[in-house]
C-alpha cells in the first residue's frame, strides 16, 4: 500500500502543473480584442473585369455623410492596418513572454547494444568465448515547470532494462521516480522579480494600444477636417457661382437700359469685366473641389478611379449653439483640461511605459543581490526481474524500500557586479526619461486644452460677428439696386457693394471652417473623438459637438462628456 501510496503521490505532483495552471496577474480586467476599427486583412476593391459594374453601383450610391465617412476610413485606411497590426504584434511579445512558465515534457526511448573484450580468458564457450554482451533499454520521462514566483517543479521517471551474460545471465528492470521543488529566496524570487518581462510586456501591450488608438483619433480629427475643406470649397463655389449669376443679370438689366438710353453704354465695361472676373473665381474653386474630393478619398483610401463619383453630402455649417460663450469661462476650461488626462491615449500609453520601465527596473535592481536557491527532492528506487511488458511499471512500485530525499542551498555571486550595475543604471536612466516625458506630456495637455477652448470661443464669437456683416452686406447690395433702377445710384457703386458682400461671404465661409476646426481640435485635445466603447456609434457630435458637464466625481471634480 505504501509503494502505491508513493508512486501515485508522485504522478500527481508531476500532473498537477499540467492541470492547474497559474493565472496571468497582469492580465487587465477585459480581455476582448482592442477596440481598433480595422480587419485582419486591408479591405482594397479589386480591379477586375466586374469594375465598370462595380463604378455603376457607385454611381447610383446614395450620398454619404461624415459618420459614413469616417466608418469607411476605418475599415479602409492603410495605416489604421498597420497600427492594427502594431498592436498584435505587441500581444505576440506579451505571449512570448508566457513561454517561462510553459510545462515541458520530455521523453525518450533508447535501446542500447554493447560488446566488450575481456583481457583474462577465463571462462567457458557458455559465456561467448572471452567477450562481455550487455543488452540496455533506456526509458525516460521529464515534466518541468517553473510557477509565477520562480519556484521550479520538476518530475522524472527513469526506467532501465538491462541483461548481461556476465554478471546478470537474467533480465533486469531498474526504476527510479524523483520529485523536486526549487525555490529561490533572493534574486528571482517572488512574480516582480521573475516575471517581470512579461510584466514589461503587457504594459508595452496596453501602451502600443493606447498609442494606436490616439493615432487613429489623429486620422479621424484630419479626415473631418478634409470633409469640411470638401465643404467649404463647395460653399466658396456657391458663393462665386451666384455672385457670377448675380453680375449675369445685372450685365443684362444694364443692358437693357443702354437699349433704352437711360444709361451710357461705358457702363458695362465695368460690369463685364467683373462678370469675367467671378466665373474664373467659380472655375478655379471648382477644381480646388475636385482636388479636394481626392484628397479625402485618399485618406478614405478608397480607389479614386471607383470612386471619384461617390456622392457626398453636403452638411451645412453649424451655428454656436446658445450661450456657449457664456458657457466657456475659467472653471469650465480647467474641467475640460483634468478630464483630459483621463481621456488622452497618448497620455495613458505614456504611463503605461512608466509602469513597464518600473517593472524592469525593480528586476534589474534585485539582480544585484546574490543568487541563492533551496532544493528539495524525494523520490524511490524500485526493481523486478523478468522479460516482457510487465515488468516496465512493476518496478515502480515493486521493492521498494522507503524514500530517497535530498536538500540543497546554493549560493552564486560574482566578484564584481559591474553587469548588474551597468544594466541598473540604464534602466534607471530609461525609467526617469519615460517619467520627464510624462510630466512634459501632462503640462502640454493642459496647456493644449484650455487653448483650444479659448480659440472655440473666439471663433464663436466672430462666427456671429460674421454672420451679421454677411447680413448687412446683402441688404446693402439690394437696397442699392433698387435705388439704381430708380436712377439714384451708378454701376461703380454697385459693384464695390457686390465686392464686399462677396469678401464677406467668402470671410464668413472660412470664418466657419476655423469654428468647425477649432471644435476638432478640441475634441482631439481632450481625448474624445474616438468612442472608448466599440458599442458607441460614430455621429457627427462626436467630431464636431462641444463637450459639456454631465456629472460631479467623488473628489468633487467635475468630469465631462460628449453630446
Known amino acids: 500500500m505504501l509503494r ?322 457664456e458657457s466657456i469661462n475659467e472653471v469650465l476650461e480647467n474641467t475640460w483640461a483634468l478630464y483630459a488626462l483621463d481621456m488622452r491615449d497618448d497620455y495613458l500609453a505614456t504611463l503605461e511605459l512608466i509602469q513597464s520601465a518600473r517593472a524592469l527596473l525593480q528586476k534589474t535592481y534585485n539582480a544585484l543581490e546574490p543568487e541563492l536557491n533551496v532544493g528539495v527532492e524525494v523520490g524511490f528506487n524500485g526493481k523486478q526481474p523478468g522479460r516482457g511488458f510487465n515488468p516496465y511499471p512493476e518496478s515502480l512500485y515493486k521493492r521498494v524500500n522507503g524514500l530517497n530525499t535530498r536538500g540543497e542551498i546554493a549560493l552564486s555571486m560574482p566578484l564584481c557586479y559591474y553587469e548588474e550595475m551597468g544594466a541598473y543604471r540604464s534602466q534607471l536612466a530609461i525609467t526617469r526619461k519615460r517619467e520627464m516625458d510624462e510630466c512634459i506630456l501632462h503640462d502640454r495637455i493642459l496647456s493644449d486644452v484650455i487653448r483650444s477652448a479659448e480659440d472655440v470661443k473666439h471663433n464663436a464669437l466672430q462666427r456671429q460677428a460674421f454672420l451679421v456683416a454677411v447680413k448687412a452686406s446683402r441688404e446693402a447690395v439690394e437696397q442699392e439696386l433698387f435705388k439704381f433702377q430708380h436712377g439714384q445710384s451708378n454701376v461703380f457703386t454697385i459693384i464695390q457693394l457686390d465686392d464686399r458682400y462677396v469678401q464677406d461671404e467668402v470671410a464668413s465661409t472660412n470664418q466657419a471652417f476655423d469654428y468647425i476646426n477649432s471644435i476638432i481640435t478640441l475634441r482631439f485635445n481632450m481625448g474624445i473623438i474616438l468612442p472608448k466603447d466599440d458599442e458607441e456609434c460614430i455621429t457627427p457630435e462626436l467630431l464636431i459637438g462641444l463637450p459639456y458637464i454631465c456629472e460631479s466625481q467623488s473628489e468633487g471634480q467635475e468630469s465631462c462628456s460628449t453630446n
Open 4 to 325: 502505491t501510496t508513493l508512486l501515485f503521490l508522485g504522478i500527481f505532483l508531476g500532473a498537477l502543473t499540467i492541470l492547474w495552471p497559474e493565472e496571468n496577474p497582469t492580465l487587465k480586467s477585459s480581455q476582448t480584442e482592442p477596440f481598433i476599427w480595422a480587419s485582419d486583412e486591408p479591405q482594397t476593391l479589386q480591379h477586375d473585369k466586374d469594375s465598370a459594374d462595380e463604378l455603376e453601383m457607385d454611381k447610383e450610391e446614395p450620398g454619404v455623410d461624415l459618420p459614413e465617412i469616417i466608418l469607411r476610413t476605418l475599415c479602409h485606411n492603410r495605416d489604421i492596418y498597420n497600427l492594427y497590426q502594431d498592436i498584435q504584434e505587441s500581444l505576440g511579445k506579451w505571449q512570448q513572454t508566457y513561454g517561462l512558465y510553459d510545462m515541458r515534457l520530455t521523453s525518450l526511448y533508447a535501446k542500447e547494444r554493447l560488446s566488450k573484450p575481456i583481457l583474462n580468458f577465463l571462462f567457458s564457450p557458455p559465456f561467448d568465448n572471452g567477450f562481455q554482451r550487455q543488452y540496455i533499454d533506456d526509458i525516460h520521462f521529464n515534466a518541468e515547470t517553473r510557477l509565477r514566483s520562480g519556484t521550479l517543479l520538476r518530475s522524472t521517471v527513469d526506467i532501465r532494462r538491462l541483461r548481461d551474460n556476465l554478471q546478470l545471465p537474467y533480465t533486469q528492470t531498474d526504476s527510479a521516480l524523483r520529485f523536486r521543488i526549487e525555490v529561490p529566496l533572493m534574486r528571482n524570487s517572488g512574480y516582480v522579480n521573475y516575471g517581470a518581462q512579461e510584466i514589461a510586456a503587457g504594459y508595452d501591450y496596453w501602451a502600443s494600444y493606447y498609442a494606436a488608438r490616439f493615432q487613429i483619433s489623429q486620422i479621424m480629427a484630419t479626415v473631418a477636417q478634409a470633409y469640411w475643406r470638401y465643404i467649404i470649397l463647395n460653399e466658396l463655389m456657391e458663393v462665386f457661382r451666384q455672385a457670377w449669376m448675380r453680375n449675369e443679370k445685372f450685365l443684362e438689366d444694364v443692358q437693357t437700359m443702354v437699349d433704352a438710353g437711360e444709361v451710357a453704354e461705358t457702363e458695362l465695361y465695368q460690369i463685364l469685366a467683373n462678370v469675367k472676373n467671378r466665373k474664373e473665381q467659380f472655375i478655379r474653386t471648382q477644381q480646388d473641389v475636385f482636388a479636394a474630393k481626392q484628397a479625402l478619398l485618399l485618406l478614405m483610401a478608397l480607389d479614386p478611379l471607383l470612386e471619384r463619383h461617390l456622392p457626398i453630402i453636403i452638411d451645412k455649417f453649424p451655428y454656436p449653439p446658445v450661450g456657449v460663450l
